[in-house]
C-alpha cells in the first residue's frame, strides 16, 4: 500500500514520486539489525564453534602434531593423541590464565586469573555499552579508540598535573576523562546532525586523529615525564589513581565498579527514561520518530556524547587504574574489541558486560596460553573474530547446529505478507 | 482457454493461506476474485503463476493437469499476469520493456530492436492502446505504463490474464480505459482474471464474481447482486456501506492556509500557492491522484517540510516555523499517509507506540524518568476504548494486522483534546470492518467540533466521508466543490480539468462507473 507505484506523468516529478516508495534499508543497517536480534542460543553456539574451529588451528600449529601427521596412516592414534593433548592443553591454559589457576601453590596466585580478566575487561564493557548506546540509536560509531585515547588524555592530565585532597582528586579526572571522550565523539555527532556527515568515516578518521594527537602531546612539556626521551607522562599522582579492591597484589581496581555501575545506568538510561526512548526511537525507525516530534538530529549529538563519555570512562580505567600512566598504547586495542563485543553482547547492557567478561578472558587468558603451550596468542584473535563471524552469520550457525530456520518473528512477517 | 484450479491449499506454517480453493475461469470471461487484503487472494494467483508451489490441488488448463515450476512456465501455458506494483524498468523504452527476458535476437547476440517495436505496435494497433514504442517509461503517466504490461503479457501469447489489483493507482478516467480494455480482450477471446476489493469496479465489468474469505471460497455471485451483499460475503457479517452522519454545522473557521508553496528537495515546486480554510465541525477532503502535492500539504501544516511562501494559522496562531512537536503540542493530530514508516515504529510494543509523541510528559514522564507501569494502564484503556485485538500491550506492534496498528494511530492521536486533526489516507490497505471503525471516528471527532483535514486519493472515501472537497492537481487548487458533485465531474478534475468545464465534458460522456453511479441513485428513488 505504502509504495504506490510511480506517480502519473500528471504529477510534478513523474520519475521520483515524493516518498512514494519506501527508502529500502542499507545493507549495513540490515546486517546490524540483524546482528542485534540474533538468539542468545545463537550466541552462545558462535562461540562453541568458535572454540571447535580454532580447535582445529591449534592443533594443525603444533609441532608435536605436525610430526605425527608425518606418518599418520602408519599410526593414526598417535597423530589423534597428539592433536588431543595440544588442544586440551592449549585450553587448560587459556582456562587457568583466565579464571583459575589449579596448579597455583597459594589462594591468591590461583583466584589472580580472574581479577586480571576483571582488570583487562573494565575499558572494554565500558566502551562496548557506549557503542551499545549508539547502534541502538542508528548511529554507527567505530570510534571508541580515539574516544577512549582523548579520555585518558584528560584523565590522564588531571591525574599528573594537580594537587588535590585524596577522593576529589580521582573523582575530578574520572569526570574529566568522561567529558574529553565525550566532546571527542561529540564532534561526530555534531557533524551528521548539522551536515549529514558519515558517523563511520567520521569517527574512523577521528580515530586517526586521536592517535597522532596523543603521539604529539607526549613530547610536548606540558605531558612528558620531565628527563625522558620517552614519549611518557608523568605517574598519575595516587590520589588520582582508582583504588585497589582486592590490596595491592592483584591489580584489580575501582574501574571495574565503575563499570558495573555504568552497566546499570545504560540499562536505566535506554529502557527507562524518556531520553533511551528518544535514542530507541530515531534508531528504529527516524522517519516515525520525527513525525511523532523527536528531533532527530538533536538525537545524534547526545548520542555521541553519552557513548563518547563512556569510552572515556575506559580511557580512566587504563589510565588511573592499569597503567597509572599515559603512554601512547594506552588504549591498546580496546575500542575495537569494544565494537566486537557490543555487537556480541547484542547491545544490550547486561549482554555486553558478559561479553566483556568473555573477551577480558581471552586476553587474560592468552598470554597464559602462550607462555605455558607455546601456542601463539594470535589464536585468541582467531577465537574472536571467528565468534563475530558466526554472530554475523545466524543462519550458518543455525544449519551447523541444525536449528529450525529463521527467527520466528521474520517468518510470521514473511507470512503476513504472502497472505497478503 | 479454459483455466480450472482445483482444490489449491496453501500453507505458511500454521496458517492456511488457500484452504482447498475451487475456481474455473471460462474462456472469454472477466472473473473477479473478491476479497479483503490478507483474504489470499494474491497468494492463489502466485500459485497460478508458479510463484509458489500449492500443498495440495492442481491447476489444470482445458482439463489438462500442469505444474509451473516458475513464472516462465505459466507464461509458456498462456497465463500472463500484470502485477499491482509494475514490474518495468524505468529506463527502458515500451519496446524494450515489452521484449525483456525474451528478446528477439538477430546476428551475434544483437537486439532486434525493430522487432520488438513492430511487436509493440501490432498489439497496441490490435487493441487500440495507443502507445509509442520508443516511450521511456519513466515518462508514461500509470495508465499507459498498466498498458505496457497488459501488452507484454500480450505478446508472449497470453490467453489468461491475471490483473491483481489493476486500478488501485488509477484516476476514475484512467479505470474506465482500463475496463474498456478489458472488454475488449474479452471480445477477442482472452479470460481474465481480476483481483480485486474493490465492489463497485467489480460490478461494473464481472461476469463471474467469486469471493474469498479467510482462504476459503465463501461463494460466487453473478455482477448484478447488490453491493451490501458483496460486501456481507467479502467481510462474513453484515456490513454497512455507506456512512451515516449528520449534515455538518460548521463554525467559524479554525484552520486558515493562505498562498502556501513547497519546494522539495529536488527543487521541484511541489505545492504552489495554495489558500484554503477548513471550519470548526467540519471535514475538508483533499482529493487527489498519488503525488499531486497532498503529502507536501500535510507535511508543511506539520512541521516536516519548511514552506518557501505561505502561512499556515490555527486558531490565529502561526504553525509555519513552529516545529512538528510545538505544532503537535498546539492540538494537532495527524494521522499519515504511509502507517509502517511514519506512523508506527514497528519493533516498539505497542504501548511504547501509543506515547511517541506525549513520551516525555507527565503522567507517562517524571523528569527524564519514564514510569512504566502508567505507561502500560494506559495503553490497555486505550485499547479497549479503540477495540484494538492483541493478546498484549507489550508486544512489538508489528505483531498486530493493518487494521489494528491503524486503531492504534489513532488511538494515540485521537486521544487528547484536538484543535485540528489531519488524517492522511487513513484507510490504505485496511479490512472493511477497519474502515468502517476509522471513518466512524474522523466523523465523531468532527461531530465534537474539530477541525478535520483528509487527505485521500480514494474518491469513494472522499464522497462518503467530505462535507467540502478541495482537488489539488501538480500543487494547484483546481476548485474546492460541495460533497454533492457528481463523481464524474470529480474525476475529471483529479486530472486537472476545471470545474465548469468538467461538467460540461462530464454531461457529454459518463464513465462506466459514473454510469453505475447514476443507475443506483435511479433504483434508489423508484
Redesign the interface.
Known sequence: ????????????????????E?PEPSRGETLLREMLSSSWVVTTLAIVLALVISGVLIAAADSTVQSTATYLFARPSDFFSAAWHAVTSAYVALFQGSILDTGAPTFVRAIKPLTETMTVSVPIILAGLGLGIGFRAGMFNIGAQGQIILGAVFGGYIGFAFDLPVGLHVLLAAIGAAIGGGLWAGIAGFLKARTGANEVIVTIMLNNIAVYLIGYLLTTSAFQRPGSNNPISPPIKATALYPHLLGSQFRLHAGFLVAIAATVFVWWLMD????G??F??VG??S?????????VNTNYIWVMVIAGALAGLAGSAQVLGTEKVLSIDVAASFGFDAITVALLGRSKPLGTFLAGLLFGALRAGGFAMQARTGTPIDIVLVVQSLIVLFIAAPPLVRSVFRLSSGSS?R??????E??? | MKLELRGITKRFGSLVANDHIDLVVEPGEIHALLGENGAGKSTLMNVLYGLYDPDEGQVLIDDAPVTFAGPGDAMAAGIGMVHQHFMLVPVFTVAENVVLGHEPVRGARMIDLPRARRLVREISDRFGFDVDPDALIENLPVGAQQRVEIIKALSRDANVLILDEPTAVLTPQETDELIGIMRQLKAAGTSIVFITHKLREVRAVADVITVIRRGKVVGSAPPSAPETELASLMVGRSVDLGVTKKPAEPGEPALRVAGLSVIDHAGVLQLDDVTFEVARGEILAVAGVQGNGQTELAGAILGLQKPVAGSVLLDGTELVGAGVRDTLRAGVGYIPEDRSDDGIIASFSVAENLILDVHDRPPFARGISLDPATVEASATQRVDEYDVRLTSVQDPISTLSGGNQQKVVLAREMSRPLRLLIASQPTRGLDVGSIEFVHRRIIAERDVGTPVLLISTELDEVLAVADRILVLYRGRIVGIVPQKTDRDVLGLMLAGVPLEEAQVQAAEHHTALGAADIIATQEERS
Open positions: 500500500m505504502s509504495d504506490n507505484a510511480p506517480a502519473p506523468a500528471a504529477a510534478p516529478v513523474p520519475a521520483v514520486p515524493p516518498s512514494a519506501p527507562r527514561s524518556t531520553i526512548f528518544r530507541r526511537a528504529a525507525n522517519k516515525a520518530a520525527r513525525t511523532a516530534g523527536i528531533s518473528r517468518s510470521t512477517r514473511s507470512v503476513k504472502a497472505a497478503a
